[in-house]
């Protein structure tokens, strides 16, 4: 990779902008709080057998990391 890669692009006026869009920082935000809300799921009860703990909060978490892919990967409208 080159440096230029690395360096923050710039828009029309010559200022510097954003990698990601406004939307990608949002889903982003809403991925860690998915996340957090499935391993708050997994805390809890005494029973360790529960629908909650063993299915329901690991299917949340791996959503919320689905929801991060799709943040880093989608392209902002503006381009």
Same mark, same amino acid.
């Given at each position: 990779?080159?440096? #230029?890669? $690395? ?12 990698? &990601? +869009?406004?939307?990608?920082?949002? !889903?982003?935000?809403?991925? %860690? *709080?998915? @996340?957090? %809300? +499935? ?6 009860? #005494?029973?360790? &057998?529960? &629908?909650?703990? $063993?299915? !329901?909060?690991? @299917? %949340?978490? !791996?959503? +919320?990391? %689905?929801? +991060? @892919? &799709? *943040? ?5 409208? *503006? #381009?």
């Amino acid at each position: 990779m080159s440096k #230029e890669n $690395l360096k923050p692009k710039k828009d029309i006026s010559g200022n510097q902008s954003f990698i &990601f +869009g406004k939307e990608n920082y949002m !889903l982003m935000i809403a991925s %860690v *709080a998915i @996340i957090f %809300v +499935g391993f708050a799921l997994m805390t809890g009860s #005494e029973d360790i &057998f529960d &629908f909650r703990k $063993l299915t !329901l909060a690991p @299917i %949340v978490v !791996l959503s +919320g990391f %689905v929801v +991060g @892919i &799709f *943040a880093i990967m989608r392209k902002s409208k *503006a #381009e």
